[in-house]
């Protein structure tokens, strides 16, 4: 039979207690280390996603290879994991609101730039029926930079999610001679940038651009043809001019002071069109 004086049971509590935080501490140390800088370090998996804001065309063949991400000055290279897709079937606010195109673990840190990096051959556009290759300019193997209203930061055993907007409409150019060139314009759409506009225009003929703006910074996309429905994602918070540019025929017409959250989705109802 054991016997413990009051003095013995606290040594032992004590004791139990510090080797409880030991180990606590330990664990502590190997989830998330530290550099000389005293800042956590560790991997973050990272899936990176495209979506499109849609231009006047059947379909947009891509044909990505990888996608870089530069950290600290170093480049880590996403190979692609979806074969050639047709990006105007991916758009924010519908049924299928992206497309996964890369993922892979890379250190956690600060992304200074992101590239889009495509294949030379296999992009293809499709205008009134017709399909036809679309070429790029020369020099482009180090693929193109995406914009980024800020770094994003890659937290230390999470997984982020990068959504690049292709917007189509200014990533094709006509060369004149009915061919077309692809010359990608992309934006990144972080976690920080998540508000939204959305609503609908109408009469349907009027198939308007809609065009959200914020000082020389402008998001565009199409209303749908056939709803006439419209949203635009990845949008920071603060105050925005809704532009619709119809066909000929139709007026043009500015929404202002439209006001975004983010998270939040503003909604701008049903916009009828003057002729």
């Given at each position: 039979m054991l016997i413990f004086t ?58 990505v290879k990888e996608i870089v ?168 918070a603060g105050s925005y001019s ?34």
């Open positions: 009051k003095s013995k049971i606290m040594r032992k509590r004590i004791m139990y207690s510090g080797v409880a935080l030991f180990f606590m501490g330990l664990a502590i140390l190997i989830g998330c280390k530290k550099d000389n800088n005293g800042s956590a370090s560790g991997t973050t998996k990272v899936e990176i996603r495209m979506t499109d804001a849609p231009g006047d065309f059947d379909e947009i063949n891509l044909s991400l530069l950290s600290e000055g170093k480049p880590y290279r996403f190979a692609a994991t979806s074969s050639i897709f047709n990006i105007l079937d991916f758009r924010i606010g519908s049924s299928n609101p992206d497309i996964l195109v890369a993922s892979g673990e890379m250190p956690s840190g600060e992304i200074t730039e992101v590239r889009l990096v495509l294949n030379d051959s296999g992009n293809t556009i499709v205008v009134a029926g017709v399909s036809q290759a679309l070429t790029t300019p020369s020099g482009q193997s180090s693929g193109w930079k995406v914009k980024l209203k800020a770094n994003p930061s890659l937290v230390p055993e999470v997984t982020y999610s990068l959504l690049l907007d292709f917007d189509a409409a200014k990533s094709i150019v006509s060369t004149g001679n009915g061919k077309y060139l692809l010359k990608p314009v992309v934006r990144g759409i972080t976690a920080a940038t998540s508000g939204l506009i959305s609503g609908t225009v109408l009469p349907l003929l009027s198939h308007p651009e809609v065009l959200v703006i914020a000082g020389t910074d402008t998001v565009g996309t199409i209303a749908d043809p056939l709803s006439g429905k419209f949203t635009v994602g990845g949008l920071a809704v532009k619709f540019a119809p066909v000929i025929g139709y007026k043009d017409s500015t929404i202002t002071n439209v006001n975004v959250s983010l998270g939040q989705n503003t909604s701008l109802g049903v916009v009828t069109l003057k002729q």
